[in-house]
């Protein structure tokens, strides 16, 4: 079991900047592919980014890239999502998830092992 707790989330305006932070516990963090997905209102939960297990690879939406950084530190068992230039279509629930396919494998939601509880952004306007 792998256990993920997300944190950051809140309330911004368009233009600012989030950072969203992971905490894992249980099974070797090393091991797994990490990522976010999102989901807005009324929408499927769609894929943000992922980080290899070395952290040497990176893979984004192109609804995000150029915007958001994904990143991991495997000696304090954490991944981060760093937000730039927030839009209003960024508002969703964010999730952190764990996989143990590669960094491509890991944009579908049936490639995910495990789920954090999520951590709502809301971006005015």
């Known amino acids: 079991q792998v256990q993920l707790v997300e944190s950051g989330g809140g309330l911004v305006q368009a233009g600012d900047s989030l950072r969203l932070s992971c905490a894992a516990s249980g099974r070797t963090f090393s091991g797994y592919t990490m990522g976010w997905f999102r989901q807005a209102p009324g929408k499927e939960r769609e894929f943000v980014a992922a980080?290899?297990?070395?952290?040497?690879?990176?893979y984004y939406a192109d609804s995000v890239q150029g915007r958001f950084t994904i990143s991991r530190d495997n000696a304090k068992i954490t991944i981060d999502l760093q937000m730039n230039s927030l839009k209003p279509e960024d508002t969703a629930v964010y999730y952190c998830?764990?996989?143990?396919?590669?960094?491509?494998?890991?944009?579908?939601?049936?490639?995910?092992?495990?789920w954090g509880q999520g951590t709502q952004v809301t971006v005015s306007s």
């Open positions: 980080i290899s297990r070395s952290g040497g690879s990176t």
């Open positions: 998830a764990a996989s143990v396919m590669g960094v491509a494998g890991m944009t579908r939601k049936s490639a995910v092992d495990y």
